[in-house]
């Protein structure tokens, strides 16, 4: 199942994508990473769209990625008793803890954390940002506020608060249990809502203890601000430009993406871009041109993935999304100008041995007529190296280790492959050059392009790069062992 490009797609499971057939024919149109959403459906459902995603990588011979997307706090009003309220520009309203229902001056916000925070003249959004309340004065239990921007307020819409860091943590009481549960499940990302300092992420990595890799959402305007810090601290990001889009000026999100996907690449880290890329597919089987342009100006940019939420959870056409992404993604990377945009973003100091390593190879596979690159790591970090590059020539990922399989399947350009564990450095050519023809990215004829690190089994030692033939019987025996 060789992939035709580079960049990965995520699909989102849910109703519309929850038996082996839809999900085997969204593999099969593209998708490389199947997302959970922890946030709807129970644990029964979330472990059967696990098991079927097992069954289909076992039935495909390839290694498939699962990321766990925990809901994070939600903050949201009470109830109303007449089930909803007009609010017009300019009147007051107040949220405050009394437990009545809401009637059209005020309305229950049970959350005392967001009072003890506020400060005067903050904005509160309501239900997307639809309805904005200006706050005039506020204490411990209430917070008296001024319409700004006027609509309908109903039962349990959500609320932001763009200006303030909230004494919130990421991870609520829920969501501890939803992570254990995924991790025992042995998900192989899990990504992190709420997100506003490098402390959450710290505390979802103490949670997982190693079984699954940490991805940062980023969707608040103090996940922006700290963002090196929340990059350093993940191994992962998702770009999530819908809550980001509510809390941030909508201008400020483009470039916010551009930036983010930028340090990331610099940081030889995954970034996915996510949210409303072919929001219209969830009920027309056609993109608007829009969408399409959304999901190319990503692919641009240099994204290792790109998401499908409701697209392919609850939409009518799972299918054609992932294929509109899909083709999206072979046209966008065979324009000469896409390669033209990610060599010229190709940057970063190079500190270490892995990185000048990692950048000969690259050279060397596009100054001579090499057919791939193929890495050997166990943790990941090597491929996620040589991915960084961006090489004009196929990677080929090799691991012993399953689990790092699945995740580098996020990781751009890298077609991952499950190899037994090697010893010597002339085993792991020979089964470069095993892997690359039966793979189908090369010849008996062609040669290749191997890196590694010796001794073998020890993370972050990429060490050693050998140009060799894809013909094993030509591999010259006195390789280094």
Same mark, same amino acid.
């Given at each position: 199942?060789?992939?035709?490009?580079?960049?990965?797609?995520?699909?989102?499971?849910?109703?519309? /994508?929850?038996?082996? =057939?839809?999900?085997?024919?969204?593999?099969?149109?593209?998708?490389?990473?199947?997302?959970?959403?922890?946030?709807?459906?129970?644990?029964?459902?979330?472990?059967?769209?696990?098991?079927?995603?097992?069954?289909? =990588?076992?039935?495909?011979?390839?290694?498939?990625?699962?990321?766990?997307?925990?809901?994070?706090?939600?903050?949201?009003?009470?109830?109303?008793?007449?089930?909803?309220?007009?609010?017009?520009?300019? @009147?007051?309203?107040?949220?405050?803890?009394?437990?009545?229902?809401?009637?059209?001056?005020?309305?229950?916000?049970?959350?005392? =954390?967001?009072?003890?925070?506020?400060?005067?003249?903050?904005?509160?959004?309501?239900?997307?940002?639809?309805?904005?309340?200006?706050?005039?004065?506020?204490?411990?239990?209430?917070?008296?506020?001024?319409?700004?921007?006027?609509?309908?307020?109903?039962?349990? *819409?959500?609320?932001?608060?763009?200006?303030?860091?909230?004494?919130?943590?990421?991870?609520? =009481?829920?969501?501890?249990?939803?992570?254990?549960?995924?991790?025992?499940?042995?998900?192989?990302?899990?990504?992190?809502?709420?997100?506003?300092?490098?402390?959450?992420?710290?505390?979802?990595?103490?949670?997982?203890?190693?079984?699954?890799?940490?991805? /940062? *959402?980023?969707? *608040?305007?103090?996940?922006?601000?700290?963002?090196?810090?929340?990059?350093?601290?993940?191994?992962?990001?998702?770009?999530?430009?819908?809550?980001?889009?509510?809390?941030?000026?909508?201008?400020?999100?483009?470039?916010? @993406?551009?930036?983010?996907?930028?340090?990331?690449?610099?940081?030889?880290?995954?970034?996915?871009?996510?949210? @409303?890329?072919?929001?219209?597919?969830?009920?027309?089987?056609?993109?608007?041109?829009?969408?399409?342009?959304?999901?190319?100006?990503?692919?641009?940019?240099?994204?290792?993935?790109?998401?499908?939420?409701?697209?392919?959870?609850?939409? @009518? $056409?799972?299918?054609?999304?992932?294929?509109?992404?899909?083709?999206?993604?072979?046209?966008?990377?065979?324009?000469?100008? $896409?390669?033209?945009?990610?060599?010229?973003?190709?940057?970063?100091?190079?500190?270490?041995?892995?990185?000048?390593?990692?950048?000969?190879?690259?050279?060397?596979?596009?100054?001579?007529?090499?057919?791939?690159?193929?890495? $050997?790591?166990?943790?990941? /970090?090597?491929?996620?190296?040589?991915?960084?590059?961006?090489?004009?020539?196929?990677?080929?990922?090799?691991?012993?280790?399953?689990?790092?399989?699945?995740?580098?399947?996020?990781?751009?350009?890298?077609?991952?492959?499950?190899?037994?564990?090697?010893?010597?450095?002339?085993?792991?050519?020979?089964?470069?050059?095993?892997?690359?023809?039966?793979?189908?990215?090369?010849?008996?004829?062609?040669?290749?392009?191997?890196?590694?690190?010796?001794?073998?089994?020890?993370?972050?030692?990429?060490?050693?790069?050998?140009?060799?033939?894809?013909?094993?019987? *030509?591999?010259?025996?006195?390789?280094?062992?």
């Amino acid at each position: 199942m060789r992939r035709l490009r580079n960049v990965k797609i995520v699909a989102t499971l849910g109703p519309a /994508s929850s038996t082996y =057939e839809t999900i085997r024919a969204l593999f099969e149109a593209g998708a490389d990473v199947f997302r959970l959403n922890m946030s709807h459906g129970v644990h029964e459902d979330i472990a059967e769209r696990h098991a079927i995603i097992r069954k289909i =990588e076992a039935d495909v011979g390839r290694p498939i990625g699962i990321l766990a997307d925990l809901q994070g706090p939600k903050l949201r009003v009470g109830t109303f008793a007449n089930g909803a309220e007009d609010l017009e520009e300019g @009147q007051a309203f107040r949220l405050d803890l009394t437990d009545a229902p809401g009637d059209s001056t005020r309305v229950t916000l049970p959350h005392r =954390e967001i009072f003890e925070a506020l400060q005067p003249e903050a904005s509160l959004l309501v239900n997307d940002g639809k309805i904005r309340l200006r706050v005039k004065d506020h204490g411990p239990e209430f917070a008296n506020c001024v319409v700004e921007v006027g609509g309908t307020i109903s039962d349990r *819409k959500g609320v932001n608060v763009p200006d303030v860091v909230l004494p919130l943590a990421a991870l609520s =009481e829920k969501d501890k249990v939803d992570l254990e549960f995924a991790c025992e499940l042995g998900v192989d990302w899990l990504a992190l809502s709420f997100v506003q300092r490098p402390e959450d992420v710290h505390e979802g990595r103490d949670l997982a203890r190693g079984r699954a890799a940490i991805m /940062s *959402k980023i969707e *608040k305007p103090a996940a922006v601000h700290s963002f090196d810090e929340i990059l350093s601290a993940s191994d992962a990001i998702m770009v999530a430009r819908g809550d980001l889009g509510v809390e941030c000026p909508i201008q400020n999100v483009p470039p916010m @993406q551009k930036r983010m996907v930028r340090k990331c690449r610099a940081a030889a880290k995954p970034v996915i871009v996510a949210t @409303q890329m072919l929001e219209s597919m969830i009920e027309s089987p056609m993109p608007t041109r829009a969408e399409v342009s959304d999901v190319a100006a990503a692919i641009y940019e240099g994204a290792d993935a790109v998401m499908l939420s409701a697209e392919s959870a609850v939409g @009518q $056409y799972p299918n054609e999304a992932v294929a509109t992404m899909n083709n999206v993604a072979i046209e966008v990377e065979s324009d000469p100008t $896409y390669r033209d945009v990610v060599d010229a973003s190709r940057g970063g100091k190079k500190q270490s041995v892995a990185d000048g390593i990692v950048s000969a190879a690259r050279e060397i596979a596009e100054t001579a007529d090499i057919k791939v690159i193929c890495c $050997y790591s166990q943790s990941g /970090s090597t491929a996620s190296l040589v991915a960084r590059e961006r090489p004009h020539v196929p990677i080929i990922a090799m691991t012993s280790q399953v689990g790092t399989a699945r995740r580098m399947s996020l990781t751009w350009g890298l077609h991952c492959v499950q190899t037994t564990e090697v010893d010597r450095f002339k085993t792991a050519v020979i089964n470069s050059a095993r892997a690359s023809v039966a793979e189908g990215f090369a010849t008996l004829e062609d040669y290749l392009v191997v890196t590694a690190g010796v001794p073998f089994g020890k993370s972050g030692t990429t060490n050693i790069l050998r140009v060799a033939p894809c013909d094993e019987k *030509k591999i010259i025996p006195a390789d280094p062992e």
